[in-house]
């Protein structure tokens, strides 16, 4: 049952068209979302699917059949999809993010935003992805170590610490803020239990603190994307109004026509300063397949020189590590990657030359090579998955083998002769890695992703 504070505030925010919005939101069913990742496939057809294409998404679809476990299968494991909802993949797309850009996600867990935008870089650039809770920033963690994604950077820090660390230098940063969760009622019932208007106010009062932060870090011409999954015009509308009344650096510019179709005008709300927040855009479940999605799409007109504010503090290999390093990947791989290798305590890191190295927390850089132990080099999960179609050997799996190898099993080598670490490849996408020895490769899935 709907809080009825929140049923009142509703019916005067939509007027006569609250009675399609509560009938889908009371009797409609959510609806699952996924998209391609373009970085271990191409299209639908190399996952297939039941699925409809999103207008507005590249590589976005809607599920049309109910797919249980879903998460669970070797196309989720090995980063092949990200599951996500309809409204929530358009932030991303509203950016136009290409190759080479400088992309921050500030408050990231669990990835869908920054995972997207990595893949739209395809590995070239630098996305900072940052989440304030360390649980959930490892789950970031996670997540990019599946997706293949080897051009970023995951970090634990509060948003006035980012910029102390950035000036003016991203060319897109997403502030998908916390907040009161309205537009996740039909799929998160506790999000139903916890609202409260006190909860509205309050987190209009993080997001204002989070927009400032994240003010300073955009360059000149650079695009600021302020997104919630929240209906009130408290956390949205009048978060943006605010925000454009203290910072005239900055305009509300349109979204692009694909999004504008989908979506219904932002509210000018009575007490509003600008005239523009009908630029500001709403998914509603009534007009749009998906949950409940905000977002405003803001270009900063005016900005310093870009400058990064600290110094960098890195160790590089000594002579004896670096010799491992390179033996290791000559010996494995078919090329060697580019970047700066740097260690963290005994693993070694690959940089790419496109990423800066921030000096507190980090909770992954770039590529984890693997850790030296003595005279040896033992692999790490993520070098696999961004770097194993550039493994000398490589095993082809079926689905049977796929689902043993997710399980921990043993698989028998056919793809190679020979013995080494190789790449575990399914439907052309690097799932992972093992050891072949006596035609049998040894399972170097890691423990905490096996599925049973």
């Known amino acids: 049952m709907l809080p009825e504070k929140f049923e009142a505030r509703m019916k005067k925010l939509l007027g006569d068209s609250y009675a399609g919005f509560h009938r889908e939101l009371t009797e409609g069913s959510a609806v699952r979302g996924f ?8 299209e639908n057809t190399d996952v297939d699917l039941p699925a409809l294409p999103l207008s507005y998404v590249r590589g976005g679809y809607i599920l049309t059949e109910d797919c249980p476990g879903l998460g669970n299968t070797p196309l989720h494991q090995a ?15 509203a950016l136009d993010i290409r190759p080479g850009m400088w992309i921050a996600d500030l408050c990231a867990a669990p990835g869908g935003k920054s995972t997207q935008a990595a893949a739209l870089l395809e590995n070239d650039g630098f996305i900072l992805s940052n989440e304030y809770v360390p649980k959930r920033a490892k789950i970031l963690v996670s997540n990019f170590e599946r997706m293949g994604i080897g051009c970023g ?25 916390p907040c009161s969760g309205e537009g996740m009622f039909r799929k998160d019932v506790p999000a139903i239990e916890e609202w409260s208007e006190e909860n509205v106010h309050a987190c209009r009062a993080r997001q204002i603190t989070i927009l400032n ?15 919630t999954c929240t209906y009130s015009i408290e956390e949205n509308e009048s978060v943006v109004d605010e925000f454009l009344d203290t910072h005239p650096d900055y305009r509300l510019i349109d979204v692009n026509d694909e999004l504008k179709k989908v979506t219904s005008d932002g509210i000018a709300f009575e007490a509003a300063k600008s005239t523009e927040l009908h630029k ?34 890195v160790r590089p290999p000594s002579k004896e590590q670096a010799k491992i390093i390179d033996s290791f990947l000559r010996d494995n791989m078919t090329r060697i990657p580019e970047g700066r290798i740097i260690m963290q305590g005994d693993m ?36 696999f998955s961004v770097c194993g179609r550039d493994f000398i050997r490589q095993e082809l799996l079926s689905d049977a083998a796929a689902a043993k190898y997710l399980a921990g ?11 080494g670490y190789c790449a575990l490849i399914y439907r052309d996408a690097p799932l ?7 035609g049998i490769i040894k399972n170097h899935y890691p423990k905490g992703l096996r599925v049973r």
């Open 409 to 419: 099993e043993e698989i028998p080598v056919s793809g190679f002769d020979g013995s």
């Open 280 to 313: 500001c855009r709403r998914f509603y479940p009534h007009v749009a397949p998906g949950e409940g999605q905000f977002l405003a799409l803001l270009e900063r007109t005016d900005a310093p020189e870009g400058r990064i504010l600290y110094k960098e503090a």
């Open 432 to 438: 992972g890695g093992g050891k072949a020895s006596g």
């Open 348 to 383: 070694a890191v690959l940089i790419p030359h496109t990423c800066p190295i921030i000096p507190r927390g980090v909770f992954l850089s770039g590529v984890l090579i693997g850790e030296i132990r003595g005279k040896n080099l033992f692999p790490a999960h993520q070098l």
């Open 79 to 93: 980063g092949m999809i990200y599951i996500q909802d309809p409204g929530a993949m358009a932030s991303a797309a």
């Open 35 to 42: 998209r391609i990742n373009s970085l271990k496939c191409r």
């Open 213 to 227: 932060n994240a003010a300073t870090l955009v360059k000149r011409g650079g695009k600021l994307l302020y997104s």
């Open 153 to 177: 950077m995951v970090t634990s820090l509060d948003t006035k610490d980012i910029a102390r660390l950035f000036d003016s230098v991203f060319d897109a940063v997403i502030a998908d803020a």
